[in-house]
């Protein structure tokens, strides 16, 4: 496990290479912003965006995706991965807005966590993108990065991985490095492919030094 000088290191060498890092999914508000995290579940963001683009001009608002037939809006989000259940979720998440909150995206986690398909992840984006507060969101190039490098441990569940950055990050840091990490998984320390010859955190990377070594040995 790496140390807290080490987890400082990665941090500022993070911050070097995507000292922009954000929030990639298109959006104005924070209604918007939920449906792109819901919809972005086991899918790219650029595709989330290439559907929101119409999708949001078409809906508005809660009631708005209440006033069609849900198969109209399985159609208009046929394209991204488990549609039919996305859906289902939106108009759910819809329904119980009005019912609950005016209409409007609560910026309570706990509240958020009791919305249809909204889960940890989601809410974490939310409170941390749309309502500036400090959160650490899990996705697969947050959860992959930390176990690379050492931070969280392999068998870490993502609460656990959650509870650990949570821990082991300052908390005027968590947004920040959120963003950052996923940016140097999505573009850097990639699921296939990690570019570890040019990575300034190959010294202090387990997994890293284990790649290049298997392919130095492979090409001898």
């Not at 890092?21 to 918007?32: I, K, T, V």
């Not at 919809?39 to 989330?48: H, Y």
């Not at 759910?92 to 706990?110: K, T, V």
Request: hydrophobic share 35%; with cysteine; net charge positive.
């Amino acid at each position: 496990m790496l140390t807290k000088a080490s987890i400082r290191f990665c941090l500022d060498e993070m911050e070097k290479l995507f000292p922009d890092a954000h929030c990639e999914l298109r959006h104005e508000n924070a209604f918007e912003l939920t449906i792109a995290v819901l919809l972005s579940a086991q899918c790219t963001d650029a595709l989330v965006n290439k559907v929101t683009l119409n999708l949001f001009k078409k809906y508005k608002t809660p009631e708005d995706y209440l006033a069609v037939p849900l198969e109209e809006l399985e159609q208009d989000i046929r394209s991204i991965g488990l549609y039919r259940n996305k859906a289902k979720h939106i108009r759910n998440l819809c329904q119980r807005l009005l019912e609950y909150y005016n209409g409007q995206i609560p910026s309570d986690h706990a509240e958020l966590v009791t919305l249809p398909g909204v889960g940890r992840k989601t809410a974490n984006v939310v409170v941390s993108v749309a309502f500036g507060k400090p959160a650490i969101a899990v996705d697969t190039h947050v959860e992959r990065v930390s176990k690379r490098l050492g931070i969280c441990r392999w068998k870490d569940s993502v609460t656990e991985v959650e509870n650990t950055l949570m821990r082991k990050i300052p908390e005027n840091e968590w947004s920040a490095t959120h963003h950052r990490l996923i940016f140097f998984g999505r573009y850097h320390c990639k699921a296939q492919s990690p570019k570890c010859d040019q990575c300034p955190l190959l010294s202090l990377c387990r997994e890293g030094k284990k790649r290049m070594k298997g392919k130095i040995t492979s090409e001898q």
